[in-house]
Nanobody, 121 residues
Framework: QVQLVESGGGLVQPGGSLRLSCTAS????????MSWYRQAPGKQRELVAS???????NYADSVKGRFTISRDNASDTAYLQMNNLKPEDTAVYYC???????????????WGQGTQVTVSS
């Protein structure tokens, strides 16, 4: 069975760093990209960063220069290194990927359970 498991969230002071990880278990075919989203209270879920299988990355303007997304294709693991964290980064962070559980199935949208990141003194 396909499952995304996230870890690494927590409480950190402004200017601090956290590293989130997301491991996809089970077999996923055609998963061309893995992404990190976040959702702050009262706000719509937004795309933070994404990385394709060939290493191409994209970032939201608000995190460029501070966050780095990477992936290990062999282990189906995505990482989000977050540096110089700001209170505005406080949100629940979700890992996401799209893929097929079998080669003949339709594309599924997979989400992790979410991990809380709180940036506060």
């Amino acid at each position: 069975q396909v499952q995304l498991v996230e870890s690494g969230g927590g409480l950190v002071q402004p200017g601090g760093s956290l590293r989130l990880s997301c491991t996809a278990s089970g077999t996923i075919f055609s998963n061309k990209a893995m992404s990190w989203y976040r959702q702050a209270p009262g706000k719509q879920r937004e795309l933070v960063a994404s990385v394709t299988t060939d290493g191409t990355t994209n970032y939201a303007d608000s995190v460029k220069g501070r966050f780095t997304i990477s992936r290990d294709n062999a282990s189906d693991t995505a990482y989000l290194q977050m540096n110089n964290l700001k209170p505005e980064d406080t949100a629940v962070y979700y890992c996401n990927t799209k893929g097929r559980p079998t080669t003949w199935s339709t594309v599924h949208d997979y989400w992790g359970q979410g991990t809380q990141v709180t940036v506060s003194s």
